[in-house]
């Protein structure tokens, strides 16, 4: 799996300041950065500070807010003078090593505290979000200066799998995050004027954490990777690569709606995955919305699935949208029937589920 880390923030930081010191000896105060309202300046300072942010996130281990510090580019009172441009630069590499160096260092399972959208990222989140920061800045910079800039068409199909997953796919992805962050047209798409960061939902349980799929990581489930988790011996069950494959046939066509994906079951204790569980789809038009799981066989017996399906019924119900979950499984499949009453749900009669039963199948429901 291709994966986004220390070395991917280096090379992306690299690439940007071999650019810009070619044109060190130009006024970038004077120069307004693309369609940003910010000149060229101030805009290579947010970049640093944005490295340098998210670096202190992870090596904090922040979870309630940002780590309340800053850095200043405009000199102190011990009498360091204020940096020019090639000084604005050696800063932005500075900050980018200590990005890759605190993502290197930080364990998988590390979340620490963004805003956008559920309150965490993990290393590879932070990462991403740096090269981000990185590519669209040197953009806006290098559109102020007149410069030819476009970073790599793979990194950026991996940034926009990653961060964007609720935008479909193009064959250009450079062009693609432009548009998705409001610097440029797509034909056949309207103009996009907000954005938002879309790391990937994290529900907690008692024992276990369920990991939203980022369509990268379903990418590589799909084609026998791992997803970029530590699976238990015999793991992921087929099921859950099935489901990931739909993921990826959702997020090409640009119907993908990720909290209403897939989720990786990981065990606290040791940060092992030991199955999968996610929606068959977004709510329907009464608010019903069911649910599919599987584990790895090493895994079952523990009460997991039972968890698992609790934890993400529990999170559905609190949805607006949603009226009750269901589940179906096979009448003669009698351990998940077993888990499905365990975690709450009856069998249903009525609503298309006649005698509790849907194509030959048991239909069970849990309501709000």
Known sequence: MRTLGGEQVEEAVAGAVALLRTATDRDWRATRAGRLD??????????????IANAGQLAGRAT?????????????EDGLAPADNEGVLQVMETTGALLAAAVRTTPREVRAFHPFPFRSADREGFAAMGITEVFLHTHDIAEGLGLAYEPPAERCADLLARLFPHVRPDTDPWRTLLWATGRGDLPGRAPVT????????VIPAERLTLQGLTPAAATDLAAGGDGGFAWIDGGPFQGTRDAAGMLVKAYETGVHRPVWGVFVLVRREDGRAVGGIGFHGVPDEKGRVEIGYDLVEAARGNGYATEGLRALSDWALGREAVTSVRATTEPENTASQAVIARAGFVRITGDGAEDGEDGGQFVYELRR
């Open 194 to 201: 907000g954005w938002r960061w879309r790391n990937n939902l």
């Open 38 to 51: 910010w000149d060229c300046r101030y805009t290579a300072e947010h970049v640093a500070s944005e490295l």
């Open 64 to 76: 309630e807010a940002y780590v309340p510090f800053m850095i200043t580019l405009d000199g102190s």
